[in-house]
């Protein structure tokens, strides 16, 4: 129910107003509406247009967030003054603006509402320097948030792709060396082989020795990793026989031969096939066959890890993939872990605990892998390069949990309080910015309507993210 507005004197009693000029105090005067609510009435909805500014005048008002499907009461208040509803009415321009909260009367309740535009309008003539530094204020923290957060993006991709760089050099590496290697061992078969058509071997001979080769080439696969003391047991035991059946440099073949899973029965069945008149001949043709085998594993392997990290990174990027899509929580984990890879350092253990039975989840993946990184960021961070990483999920209720783990020295109580806040961090000046945090909770709460949270003590930090396991309507 609306009724006529207070009296100039009466709007003085209201601390907003008292030191208004009387030709302000009658503008208000004229233009404000007294609104009356009864108990349990909502008075404004979040998120609708903000068409009003409102002054409490009597009884009790709460103001609601919504934080993930529910309201959430941030603030209660009965005090005589307390303003709500359109507060950025200062602003040029009000097109967008919606109410940032609800706002329900907890008890019968009385409040002075003053139309947005052209209280805004008046208060802009009336005091044009404060407008000017109050909408100064709140565009510049906003540009100033947007700017930082984007140059922390900038910097976080910075590092994995240096992180990226660095770990698909040594496979591209590996395989660069492997190729010219295998280049060369090619070019020695091919000259071994002349050899052995020159001196006009039986064909039964050489389609024995090839025979042998087959078996020997496949054995590779199937050979059992010798420790180092093996190894070098292996290779005199290798060298040996060669120097018995008068194989000049032994020695080398036997390095080749040993890792290879290759014993001496195996080179008695070759001299068999062979006889000794070609033995040494048909010995380092095998040896370029198994040196062959081998630099081909090795560059199967180098160019396996370099498509295992182009994949990650695609899945990290979500590169091809529409932005909001059903997703396995597991995958974003996985690829941000390969893509951090470089920055974990040989003294952190990963341990993932994943319950693979958790169904997919409805996500923007690109930004929740986002989040992971962040937070392994920050528990690396914590960490000084040296501690247990632990990726958990789990299921609760009808919630996806993910928590991400550390051995850390933990968070001092009082500052666990604020570390989700835009701009606060714990680290030194220069090396954080306070967005990560602050970009994760936003990612978390606002965009997916789920939780992040935090416990920590020394040695035991969880950061614990909470994402509905359906989709949730639009807030």
């Known amino acids: 129910m609306t009724t006529a507005s207070l009296s100039p004197a009466e709007l003085r009693t209201l601390f907003l107003f008292e030191a208004l000029t009387d030709e302000q105090v009658a503008w208000i005067a004229e233009h404000a509406a007294i609104e009356h609510y009864q108990a349990g009435a909502q008075v404004i909805a979040e998120g609708e247009p903000a068409t009003c500014f409102y002054v409490l005048l009597s009884g009790t008002l709460r103001m609601c967030r919504m934080v993930h499907g529910d309201e959430v009461e941030v603030v209660r208040s009965e005090q005589r003054g307390s303003y709500f509803g359109a507060t950025q009415f200062y602003m040029t321009d009000r097109r967008e603006q919606g109410y940032g909260a609800s706002v329900y009367a907890v008890t019968d309740m009385t409040a002075l509402t003053l139309p947005t535009a052209e209280f805004g309008e008046r208060f802009i003539a009336w005091f044009p320097m404060a407008a000017h530094l109050l909408e100064g204020m709140f565009l510049g923290r906003r540009n100033i948030d947007a700017t930082v957060g984007r140059r922390e993006r900038l910097l976080a991709l910075g590092a994995l792709s240096a992180g990226l760089t660095h770990e698909l ?7 660069v060396r492997a190729t010219s290697s295998l280049r060369e061992r090619v070019a020695g078969m091919r000259h071994k082989l002349a050899l052995l058509a020159r001196n006009a071997i039986d064909p039964d001979l050489l389609e024995r020795l090839i025979d042998v080769q087959e078996v020997m080439v496949k054995q590779i696969a199937d050979a059992p990793e010798l420790t180092a003391m093996q190894t070098a047991d292996r290779e005199d035991e290798l060298t040996d026989w060669f120097d018995e059946h008068g194989v000049t440099d032994g020695w080398d073949l036997a390095a080749v031969f040993a890792p290879a899973g290759i014993t001496v029965d195996r080179l008695n069945e070759v001299r068999e096939a062979v006889g000794t008149e070609h033995l040494g001949t048909a010995l380092r043709w095998l ?4 040196e062959t085998e081998t630099l081909m594993g090795e560059i199967e392997d180098a160019t396996t890890r370099i498509s295992t990290l182009v994949g990650a990174a695609k899945q990290y990027s979500q590169m091809d993939r529409a932005p909001f899509q059903w997703v396995d929580v597991h995958d974003g984990l996985v690829s941000t872990l390969i893509m951090m890879s470089g920055k974990i350092g040989k003294n952190v253990r990963v341990v993932k605990e994943f319950d693979r039975s958790l169904p997919h ?7 929740l892998n986002q989040v992971w990184t962040n937070l392994v960021d920050n528990a690396l961070g914590a960490m000084k390069g040296e501690g247990t990483l632990t990726i958990r999920t789990s299921r609760k209720n009808d919630q996806a949990l993910v928590e991400i783990c550390d051995t850390g020295p933990g968070i001092p109580e009082d500052q666990r309080e604020r570390i ?9 000046v220069g090396e954080g910015t306070g967005l990560g945090l602050d970009i994760s909770w936003r990612i978390v709460v606002n965009r997916h309507h789920g939780d992040l949270r935090v416990t920590s003590e020394p040695g035991d930090t969880r950061f614990q993210v909470l994402l509905p396991l359906t989709e949730q309507p639009e807030t």
């Open 169 to 175: 050099n040594n496979p591209a590496a590996a395989a």
């Open 287 to 290: 040896g370029y066959a198994v």
């Open 361 to 367: 989840i409805p996500a923007y993946a690109g930004e």
């Open 420 to 428: 989700f806040e835009p701009f606060f961090t714990t680290k030194p």
